[in-house]
């Protein structure tokens, strides 16, 4: 079963830039993959900050975008703010309806 | 602006049917999909799976042979019912909006999310 690989965590100091990914452990990911970001703090539902690779969801800030990146797809976000320091997610679609999160990444502002 | 809640029991013994609802209110359940996602304490997301109008269902292959997805357009309402349940089915459950054009085909984000009911399996 392929599973969705994401960094466990992640550090980044503020004003910096920061590349999460999001990757398969059998194949490539691609736009066909159609990769979504998430960014979560505790106790909140998800809130949408990317769709379909590099679309940001309304009221969502420049400094997040989205690529592929090899074969992965990748979160950058530019000039860290302090309340950044989220849990991120990824999904892809699998084809055939199926959709994957992957393990998620933690990222620390400091 | 569209509002998904999850309602249903925040305990079910093991081995039997965990189910929950989720009523979708200022939009129509008429189109996109409509998905239920959950997230065991401390850890990450997962997808269960979604509806569309029409009943057509999709499921995560891990959890195929115990879930069921409905939906109910004239109560503007879909459900999830996970059989067989042990304690590792213990999470916080989402109901989601999963936008989808079906004249463009594609997908969007799962857009819209309710704020989780957290199910505890336990005798």
């Known amino acids: 079963q392929t599973v969705v690989t994401q960094e466990p965590s992640f550090s980044v100091s503020p004003g910096g830039t920061v590349t999460l990914t999001c990757g398969l452990t059998?194949?490539?990911?691609?736009?066909?993959?159609?990769p979504n970001w998430y960014q979560q703090t505790p106790g909140q539902a998800p809130r949408t900050l990317l769709y379909?690779?590099?679309i940001r969801s309304s009221g969502v800030p420049d400094r997040f975008s989205g690529s592929i990146i090899g074969n992965k797809a990748a979160l950058t976000i530019t000039g860290a703010q302090a309340d950044d320091e989220s849990d991120y997610y990824c999904?892809?679609?699998?084809?055939?309806?199926?959709?994957?999160f992957g393990g998620g990444t933690k990222l620390t502002v400091l | 602006q569209v509002q998904l809640q999850e309602s249903g029991p925040g305990l079910v013994e093991p081995s039997e049917t965990l189910s929950l609802m989720c009523t979708v209110s200022?939009?129509?359940?008429?189109?996109?999909?409509w998905s239920w996602i959950r997230q065991p304490p401390g850890k990450g997301l997962e997808w269960i799976g979604d509806?569309?109008?029409?009943?057509?269902?999709n499921y995560n292959p891990s959890l195929e042979s115990r879930v069921t997805i409905s939906v109910d357009v004239s109560k503007n309402q879909f459900s999830l019912k996970l059989r067989s349940v042990t304690a590792a089915d213990t999470a916080v459950y989402y109901c989601?909006?999963?936008?989808?054009?079906?004249?463009?085909?594609?997908?969007?984000?799962?857009?819209?999310w309710g704020q989780g009911t957290l199910v505890t399996v336990s005798s």
């Open positions: 059998s194949g490539s990911v691609s736009t066909r993959s159609s």
């Open positions: 200022g939009g129509s359940i008429s189109s996109n999909y």
């Open positions: 379909r690779t590099n």
């Open positions: 989601a909006r999963h936008f989808y054009d079906s004249t463009a085909f594609y997908w969007g984000p799962f857009d819209y």
């Open positions: 509806v569309y109008n029409s009943g057509s269902a």
């Open positions: 999904v892809l679609y699998m084809g055939s309806g199926i959709w994957v």
